[in-house]
């Protein structure tokens, strides 16, 4: 009877080995085909997997071996469940030993695969380049500490191989960017910015990026002062706090992309697409927007006194509290806009559209509204227009009369 019993312990004890094993094969297979981790991510939560299951076989061994020393001999059980328990400490301990060496091995192979893709960056043939740059990810993605260093490498190949050409305002919309140039683009904008190290800028001044695809990139905080950017497409892209100072950016699309906080200062935005962008905080001062589309953008607080807004189209848009002083809107469409608390002091608004706009508390001091529509206007009254320049061809709601002083 004894026998039959200790019989039966050893197969429970077999089963359970199968089953520990079956485990441990299933963790290895989900962590080595999931995306998204690197090589020391999956190392790491394979081994606390791995632990985690060894912990539990052990404390169900213990409980078997408990309920077993009461029933069985215990010189022939205890043997029995320590030979278990001795194996199942020495799987963790071999596992432990390879996680420890295969990380090990890392740190020495990362290293060589960083020399030889460095020297690949600087071969004749593009493809080779074109490789080495993907070779880079896949460092930075492994390797926490070289993360942004290879950032920055990418960004002095870019600065290095594609410099501002000062003749840009030449160049077409059909020239393309070389693939090279676009492949390090793509890398950076994709990165993992949570890894980029405080109070550190991607460094991408003076470039020429015309023509190039930077949908839902991650620029934030990036130096691109002075760089030509014209016909870029950079829909969903993340340019918060980004320096733009002087640059040029004709013809690019920022559909709804984040430039809240940006620096654009005498920038060119001739014809851009601004639709549902986010330029709240933004500096914009003396930028050329004329003829930009800032549909249901918004420009919360941004500072636009003396730029150009020419012929701009601004319907629907949000312009609550925003610098608009001194600035040229002659001809724009701000049907809808909201210019609650705005500041227009000395604007021209000559031939503006501002029917259906919410115009309350706005600053209209010495503004020209010569020909301006402000029919249907909500909230204007008749002590903001007597700060205005007008005439009588300036269309004012029906419950509000042309001021005496106006010619």
């Known amino acids: 009877m004894s026998l039959i019993k200790t019989n039966g312990l050893t197969t429970f004890l077999v089963f359970v ?28 939560y394979i081994n606390q997997a791995l632990i985690t299951v060894a912990i539990i076989i052990g404390g169900l061994a213990l409980i078997i071996n408990a309920y077993y020393t009461s029933r069985l001999s215990f010189n022939d059980n205890q043997s029995v469940l320590n030979k278990f328990l001795s194996g199942t400490l020495a799987w963790e301990n071999n596992i432990v030993t390879d996680i420890k060496n295969t990380q090990e091995t890392l740190e020495e192979i990362v290293p060589e695969r960083f020399s030889k893709a460095i020297e690949q960056l600087g071969n004749e043939k593009i493809e080779t380049r074109f490789a080495a740059i993907y070779a880079l990810e896949r460092i930075a993605r492994d390797s926490h500490k070289d993360h942004w260093t290879i950032m920055e490498i990418l960004a002095a190949f870019i600065r290095e191989n594609a410099p501002v050409n ?5 160049s077409h919309h059909s020239s393309k960017l070389p693939t090279d140039i676009q492949t390090a683009l793509t890398v950076i904008g994709r990165r993992d ?9 991607l460094d991408l001044r003076n470039t020429d990026l015309s023509n190039a695809d930077l949908t839902e990139a991650n620029l934030s905080r990036a130096i691109l002062a002075g760089a030509n950017l014209q016909w870029v497409n950079f829909t969903r892209a993340n340019l918060s706090e980004a320096d733009l100072s002087i640059t040029y950016l004709c013809g690019s699309i920022f559909y709804e992309a984040n430039l809240q906080k940006a620096m654009l200062p005498e920038a060119n935005l001739q014809g851009v697409i601004l639709r549902k962008a986010n330029l709240s905080k933004a500096t914009l001062y003396d930028a050329n927007l004329e003829g930009a589309i800032l549909c249901d953008a918004k420009l919360e607080g941004a500072i636009l006194c003396g730029a150009n807004l020419e012929g701009a189209i601004l319907c629907d848009a949000n312009l609550e509290g925003v610098n608009l002083e001194d600035s040229n809107l002659q001809d724009a469409n701000l049907i809808g806009s909201n210019l609650q608390n705005a500041k227009l002091a000395g604007a021209n608004l000559e031939a503006v559209l501002l029917s259906t706009a919410n115009l309350q508390d706005a600053n209209f001091q010495e503004a020209n509204l010569s020909r301006a529509n402000l029919s249907g206007c909500e909230n204007l009254k008749l002590q903001q227009i007597e700060q205005a320049l007008g005439d009588r061809t300036t269309m004012l709601p029906e419950n509000l009369k042309i001021p005496k002083h106006w010619k």
Not at 17 to 42: H, M, P, R, V, Y
Not at 166 to 170: L, M, T, V
Not at 193 to 201: I, L, R, Y
């Open 193 to 201: 910015s949570h890894k980029d190290p405080v109070n550190q800028k």
């Open 17 to 44: 080995s199968i089953i520990f094993i079956f485990t441990l094969t299933l963790i290895f297979s989900f962590f080595e085909n999931i995306a998204g981790f690197s090589n020391q991510e999956k190392i790491e």
């Open 166 to 170: 000062q003749k840009y305002e030449d």
